[in-house]
């Protein structure tokens, strides 16, 4: 790769964090690992062709450009924290799959609060995904952990919110806003 195809990609991949709160290289790859899925199978499951996957991961393309796969995209997103948490099991995540990719979305890309989502969830995980969203959005996550190492000898607190929010799944984070709620 040479330095232009260096420095597009560079510049792809900083839209994506500001336009998705991290690269969706990482995001992906994330999505991947925590449903058990191969590229072909989350291409699919998004409506996207696997080249089109492919560029948006590598950063050869910043944006996803119909609205419809964001909405898949966040309710993976939501899906892989269930599963996680261990609320849903794999066998259940993959009928969810099943639905997720049959859905046509719409304009819900905004976090407005219009609709609730279907699995009738609390707020709080929108709520920690903000928050996620947010503070990735301003900083890489090996940033954000520097920055809690440099706090944690003064402001312990403050370094354990920048590691779960900032770097951390989002059930650890939404247990940690939990616990300091009331």
């Not at 510049?11 to 964090?17: F, H, M, T």
């Not at 058990?36 to 910043?62: F, H, I, K, T, Y």
């Not at 009928?95 to 979305?105: L, P, Y």
């Not at 900083?139 to 919110?161: R, V, Y």
């Amino acid at each position: 790769m040479d330095a232009v195809q260096q420095e597009a990609t560079a510049r792809a991949r900083e839209l994506q964090r500001s336009w998705y709160g991290e690269p969706l290289g990482a995001l992906f790859r994330r999505l991947i690992d925590d449903l058990g899925l191969n590229q072909a199978r989350l291409a699919a499951v998004l409506g996207l062709s696997a080249p089109m996957l492919s560029q948006l991961m590598s950063g050869q393309r910043a944006k996803i450009g119909n609205p419809a796969v964001v909405q898949r995209v966040q309710a993976l997103q939501d899906l892989a924290g269930q599963v996680a948490d261990g609320s849903v099991s794999a066998a259940e995540a993959t009928d969810r799959m099943d639905e997720i990719k049959k859905t046509q979305g719409g304009s819900v890309l905004s976090n407005s609060g219009q609709g609730t989502p279907s699995s009738g969830a609390p707020t709080v995980k929108r709520v920690v995904r903000e928050i996620q969203s947010l503070l990735r959005s301003v900083s890489a996550a090996g940033d954000i952990i520097d920055a809690a190492d440099s706090l944690a000898p003064s402001h312990p607190e403050l370094a354990e919110f920048l590691r779960v929010y900032g770097a951390g799944r989002t059930a650890e984070a939404v247990a940690h806003y939990e616990s300091h709620q009331n």
